[in-house]
């Protein structure tokens, strides 16, 4: 067998290994689908309990559904969102499964942490727009109802369950990515791509691109925008001081090597 063929070969057995992993990762979020269904009410129950909490008396306090199968298929939508949430670390455990066996041993050490991290800073955003953003943006928008006495006719709330469901989980996902900023940057830092120093210098640039995606990514009121630029750019400020640790960490390293050799 020549050296043509063997990496052919090498690579076959590669894909197909990934093919496997993505295969089960798959599996597992269709598993988590199946058994969030049976609890969708409660989870529907979860979603919906800060726009609850913002409406008084005098609201509609109801989402309604203008499509016979609406509801359904807004039911199953909420059981595949909950069940990749659920099982996205099984995504990733797949994923390092798969580039572990090419790493040394240090560099699984030195990887380690991201794969940790990831899951966890995911899941973090998707709190901080549960329990900080939905609290305070609610009764902004509920704010334009207006009742008979004070114009014509009554302004009242009548959100379609589809709509409103949508944009919650937008958001849960879209804070999540967000958060990911650390571990990028900090893996951005440790190829060489990026220095500490570098990210200061573009701090203030940073800060207007935060708000941008801010803008972009929350409902249009300054108090949600505030609400994510604000932990982006702590995030931000965490990343410097990683990535010079980082660099710090490599440069003992390089220098132990150098020495010993």
């Known amino acids: 067998m020549n050296e043509e063929t063997q990496k052919h070969?090498?690579?076959t057995d590669h894909l197909i290994e990934l093919r496997g992993r993505l295969l089960w990762a798959m599996a597992a979020m269709l598993v988590g689908t199946g058994l969030c269904f049976f609890f969708v009410e409660d989870i529907y129950g979860f979603l919906v309990r800060p726009?609850?909490?913002a409406m008084d008396q005098g609201d509609s306090n109801r989402l309604i559904y203008t499509g016979l199968t609406e509801?359904?298929?807004t039911y199953m939508k909420v059981a595949f969102f909950s069940g990749i949430f659920i099982t996205f670390p099984i995504l990733l455990i797949q994923i390092w499964g798969f580039i572990a066996p090419g790493l040394y041993k240090h560099e699984r050490h030195a990887f380690l942490p991201f794969l940790i991290a990831t899951p966890v800073l995911f899941f973090v955003g998707g709190a901080v727009v549960y329990y900080m953003v939905l609290p305070m943006a609610w009764p902004f928008f509920l704010s334009f109802q207006t009742s008979g006495e004070q114009t014509a006719l009554p302004i009242q709330l009548e959100a379609r369950v589809?709509?409103?469901l949508d944009l919650i989980m937008t958001l849960i996902f879209a804070f999540g990515l967000c958060f990911q900023l650390p571990v990028l940057l900090v893996l951005?830092?440790?190829a060489g791509l990026v220095s500490a120093d570098?990210?200061?210098r573009?701090?203030?640039y940073a800060l207007i691109v935060?708000?941008?995606v801010a803008a972009f990514m929350t409902p249009p009121d300054v108090i949600s925008q505030i609400m994510l630029a604000v932990p982006i750019m702590g995030l931000y400020e965490l990343s410097i001081v990683l990535v010079r640790y980082v660099s710090k960490s490599s440069s003992s390293e390089s220098s132990l090597s150098t020495a010993s050799e």
Do not use: C, I, P
Request: proline share 0%.
């Open 162 to 164: 589809s709509e409103y």
């Open 71 to 73: 509801a359904f298929f």
């Open 210 to 212: 935060t708000f941008v």
């Open 198 to 200: 570098w990210l200061a």
């Open 51 to 53: 726009l609850a909490n």
């Open 9 to 11: 070969s090498s690579l």
């Open 188 to 190: 951005m830092g440790k």
């Open 202 to 204: 573009q701090r203030k």
